[in-house]
């Protein structure tokens, strides 16, 4: 896969950011220039381009001391006094010619649903999916003698942008098509707000890259899924670059 040049800045560069401070501002919890969403909505918290020490105590103190917090997307240099936990090369991909379309087994889930969405979650593992995702956006699914065996929905929604997640399948009802037809559901629905899809998945998930390319997807950047341990205590601390 080669990236090609992206100008900088844009808003998929720092897309919680642009989310938290646009349509999802509703959602944000703030400290300084630090957002996240709340805990049982979402992981992605946001982050200034270039945080300096204030910021990263700010993110200490929303956090706590002592607890790992999950940077997706950020790419940058963290303090010496926080212990960096994982590590997971990402891409984002964007709309760049897919076939959106309505479907009509998909039907539109709801709060009742959420135990069986977080169960399927759970047994096919796309990504967090938490007890309050489901306010972030629209969510599809389809059912099969009443049982959710495929859902899609969003998730981040930076100005004229909307992400495209938790997408999956139950294993026993896989090989149909069902994630496609859900994803181009849901990507019509964006479409026809006048805005466009974009998405993200692990670097090393290559079924994945290889539907959303075959789709329409194009690469836009790669990223990173990176989660942190906070400081004990609060230090201004030493800014190294992550491993």
């Known amino acids: 896969m080669s990236v090609p040049h992206v100008p900088h800045p844009h808003v998929l560069d720092n897309p919680a950011l642009a989310s938290l401070t646009g349509p999802h501002a509703r959602f944000a919890e703030r400290r300084g220039r630090v957002l996240r969403y709340p805990v049982d909505v979402s992981p992605w918290l946001a982050l200034p381009d270039e945080p300096d020490a204030d910021d990263w105590a700010d993110l200490a103190a929303l956090a706590g001391p002592g607890a790992e917090v999950p940077l ?47 169960d399927l979650v759970a047994r096919t593992r796309p990504g967090p999916f938490l007890p309050r995702t489901i306010e972030l956006g629209t969510y599809l699914g389809i059912r099969r003698e009443g049982r959710l065996v495929a859902m899609a929905g969003e998730r981040l929604h930076p100005p004229g942008w909307t992400e495209i997640s938790a997408v999956c399948t139950d294993p026993a009802a896989r090989g149909q098509g069902l994630a496609t037809r859900l994803i181009l559901a849901v990507a019509h629905g964006i479409r026809e707000r006048g805005e466009t899809p974009f998405l993200h998945t692990s670097a090393a998930n290559r079924d994945a890259i290889r539907l959303y390319e075959s789709l329409g997807f194009r690469l836009r950047r790669r990223t990173a899924f990176l989660a942190a341990r906070a400081p004990e205590r609060v230090g201004e601390g030493r800014v190294v670059a992550v491993p």
């Open 72 to 118: 997706p997307g950020y790419r940058g240099p963290v303090p010496a006094n926080w212990e960096v936990t994982q590590r997971i090369d990402g891409v984002q991909f964007v709309d760049d010619g897919l076939a959106a379309a309505p479907d009509p087994e998909a039907v539109r889930l709801g709060p009742a649903d959420v135990p069986e969405m977080t």
